[in-house]
């Protein structure tokens, strides 16, 4: 049981959460979209939110900076949330710029906006959890994505919804976080993308 509960934390964990993202808007989205143009963008956004963070990891681990790859304390989140905050700010003028697919663009204005409250909470010392930080920006972008295309998307929402149950027992199982902590993270994933709403709905 124990072994179930770490593994969800690991395959919901934050650096994941963006690609599961664009992936689904890919799959789901009923314009027609070149596959070329598909394939160029999912790899670019594994190698900026999925390969480099982890590179960047294995250098601040190796430099003593950081003890595992969910940052238990707020001096540990510093540095990479502010490695972060950079990465997406290349995303969004090179991968996804606003001329191109706009929904995806003010997604990922919504998520840097939840980094940024999340590097400034961690300046605070206070631990907001990154695991609902990222799970809750998803779900409320695919609520958005079903109400933007009216498109009826209960099973995915039904899925995301039970993800997001099962990352916060997992986070309190294994102690990461306090109830407060996951809340504060829960809301902020997904205010800034009820926010950037008024921009693309």
């Given at each position: ?8 934390s690991?395959l919901?964990?934050p ?17 027609f979209i ?6 160029a963008?999912l ?10 963070p ?11 900076k950081?003890?595992?790859i969910?940052?238990k304390?707020t ?10 905050c950079?990465?997406?700010?290349l ?6 710029p606003?001329?191109?697919i706009?929904?995806?663009y ?9 980094n940024l409250?999340?590097?400034l909470f961690?300046?605070?010392?206070f ?13 409320m972008?695919?609520i958005?994505?079903a ?5 009826n ?21 294994l ?8 809340i ?8 800034p ?8 709905l």
């Amino acid at each position: 049981m124990k072994w179930l509960i770490k593994s969800i934390s690991y395959l919901f964990h934050p650096i994941i959460m963006p690609i599961l993202a664009i992936h689904f808007y890919f799959k789901k989205t009923p314009r027609f979209i070149p596959e070329g143009f598909v394939n160029a963008k999912l790899i670019s956004l594994l190698i900026l939110t999925v390969v480099l963070p982890i590179l960047v990891y294995f250098l601040l681990k190796t430099l003593s900076k950081a003890e595992s790859i969910h940052l238990k304390t707020t001096k540990e989140r510093i540095l990479p949330l502010l490695v972060n905050c950079f990465i997406l700010g290349l995303l969004l003028i090179r991968v996804f710029p606003i001329d191109q697919i706009p929904e995806l663009y003010f997604f990922f204005i919504a998520v840097l906006i939840s980094n940024l409250t999340c590097l400034l909470f961690a300046i605070l010392k206070f631990k907001a959890s990154l695991h609902m930080v990222a799970t809750g920006s998803v779900f409320m972008f695919f609520i958005a994505f079903a109400i933007h295309f009216s498109i009826n998307i209960n099973g995915s929402l039904a899925l995301m919804a039970l993800i997001l149950g099962a990352v916060a027992t997992s986070r309190l199982h294994l102690k990461a976080h306090t109830n407060k902590e996951l809340i504060v993270g829960l809301f902020i994933g997904i205010i800034p993308q009820l926010i950037v709403l008024q921009y693309w709905l």
